[in-house]
Nanobody, 123 residues
Framework: QVQLVESGGGLVQAGGSLRLSCAAS????????MGWFRQAPGKEREFVAA????????RYADSVKGRFTISKDNAKNTVYLQMNSLKSEDTAIYYC????????????????WGQGTQVTVSS
């Protein structure tokens, strides 16, 4: 069992930055690919970014490439999402995700979810 707790969300102006953190429980954190998804009001939850268990490979949604960076600290059991140049369309609840089977961009294949953290970007 893996428990995920996100933090770092908040209100920021367009063009600003935020860093989300996701702390995970469990002794096998390094074996899980980790990711971030987001869900805006009235929309489906969508993939944002993911990183392999060892941290060597990453993947991003086209909408955030060049602006967001995902990283993983296995010693701290924590995954981060650095978000720069934020836009109003980035406003959503951001969910941390863990997957034992490697990087997944499909929410249907995620093993564990966090409770979510709200990110609001004002224009």
């Amino acid at each position: 069992q893996v428990q995920l707790v996100e933090s770092g969300g908040g209100l920021v102006q367009a063009g600003g930055s935020l860093r989300l953190s996701c702390a995970a429980s469990g002794r096998t954190f390094s074996s899980y690919a980790m990711g971030w998804f987001r869900q805006a009001p009235g929309k489906e939850r969508e993939f944002v970014a993911a990183i392999t268990g060892g941290g060597g490979n990453t993947r991003y949604a086209d909408s955030v490439k060049g602006r967001f960076t995902i990283s993983k600290d296995n010693a701290k059991n924590t995954v981060y999402l650095q978000m720069n140049s934020l836009k109003s369309e980035d406003t959503a609840i951001y969910y941390c995700a863990a997957n034992a089977g490697g990087i997944s961009t499909s929410r249907a294949k995620i093993d564990y979810w966090g409770q979510g953290t709200q990110v609001t970007v004002s224009s």
